[in-house]
């Protein structure tokens, strides 16, 4: 490494030694110095992987690279263990940005982000996540829809952001290296639908079996494997069914109506998963209200309105308030539920403002002299 490079390293290692520090909350209460800094730190894998989280995320690429190449020959943890330092992901999403190959396997790679995603994720923007999810789901052969449900596990689970999981959701969704046969299969099993759902919860007691039976096995598995077998993303993210719903008619091409008619007030013994898919349903009518046909929207409207939560009511009218204007959420003001009236008079506040400024008529200023 050049001098140049040299200086900028050490600049960033600080930085990520200070980090280290921080996270294990053992931050001094004077700014870090490297002559301070213990010997072993420029060896241990955990302090290197936050260095290389600032170098990858400030440094320059002349850096980046063999920051990146090294820290990926060092960075594997012992079997079964369950302390992995951060920078894997950023690591990976460099070297293939310039076409490199890196030294763990990519299904070793793709293992580790399903075991430890606190830390191969952390550092990654979500502008990456599609790319790095790629990665992860290439590098462990064939994508199945078991392998969606735990990749987006993963990603709740590392925090990135609240609305991180949904967004990877739907750029799934919209990837063409998927084929749709999977997005459908992932999507229904999310929705508890027959016989998706059942495949989804034999794999997970499969495994658990398996488990029983070899010890060992436990050692092999990623945690978000478990976590599938625990309940899984319905349970973890319910809210994500309202995106599944939208994406059968939206990126898996079932017809509209169908899919209308399979899911609007489907009840459920969850009241956020049976909200979540109704919500799914109201967004299809407001996509594609032309296509219904006035008649058939307000219908489904008024159904959802009567019948639904009141969740489920504001979306209705709200729906209503832009295809037939503010006066739909009118009935709003006498809602049972705060929230529905207190939505409404909002709205209907801001129309009649808006209403008002285009009656009033232009003042002129008098001329001088009056």
């Known amino acids: 490494m050049e001098e140049a490079d040299w200086q900028e390293y050490l600049w960033h290692a600080r930085d990520g030694f200070a980090d280290l520090e921080q996270a294990d909350c053992m931050a001094p209460e004077t700014t870090l110095r490297l002559c301070d800094v213990p010997d072993e730190w420029f060896e241990a894998p955990e302090a290197l992987g936050y260095v290389a989280v600032r170098v990858l995320n400030e440094g320059k690429a002349t850096l ?59 550092g990654v923007a979500e502008e990456d996540l599609s790319r790095l999810s790629r990665l992860i789901l290439e590098g462990r052969g064939t994508v199945e829809a078991w392998d969606l449900h735990a990749l987006v596990a993963a990603v709740e689970r590392a925090r990135i952001s609240a609305r991180a999981p949904f967004r990877l959701f739907n750029d799934l969704m919209a990837a063409e290296w998927i084929v749709p046969a999977v997005k459908r299969e992932f999507c229904r099993g999310l929705l508890a639908c027959s016989p998706e759902a059942e495949c989804l919860r034999e794999r997970g007691e499969s495994l658990l079996v398996a488990i029983r039976a070899d010890a060992d096995r436990m050692l092999q598995t990623p945690t978000m494997w478990l976590e599938l077998c625990r309940g899984g993303l319905r349970l973890m993210l319910p809210g994500l069914q309202r995106h599944a719903v939208r994406a059968l008619a939206e990126d898996v091409g079932e017809p509209l109506r169908g899919v209308l008619a399979e899911f609007f007030l489907r009840p459920d013994r969850d009241p956020q998963s049976a909200d979540a898919v109704t919500q799914g349903t109201l967004d299809l009518v407001r996509l594609h209200a032309e296509e219904l046909e006035p008649d058939d929207v307000r219908s489904l409207l008024r159904k959802a309105i009567k019948a639904g939560s009141a969740v489920v009511r504001q979306a209705a009218y709200r729906v209503g308030a832009e295809q037939f204007g503010p006066a739909f959420a009118r009935p709003a003001l006498q809602d049972n539920a705060r929230m529905v009236r207190d939505w409404a008079g909002k709205l209907l506040a801001r129309d009649a403002g808006k209403s008002g400024r285009k009656t009033t008529p232009e003042r002129h200023s008098s001329p001088p002299g009056e």
Do not use: N, Q, Y
């Open 64 to 122: 980046a690279t063999p920051v990146a190449t090294h820290f990926l020959r060092v960075c594997d943890p012992e079997p079964g263990s369950f302390r992995c330092p951060p920078g894997i992901g950023l690591a990976w999403l460099h070297l293939a940005r310039e076409g490199l190959a890196p030294a763990l396997e990519p299904a070793r790679l793709a293992h580790l982000a399903l075991h430890m995603p606190g830390k191969v994720f952390h």
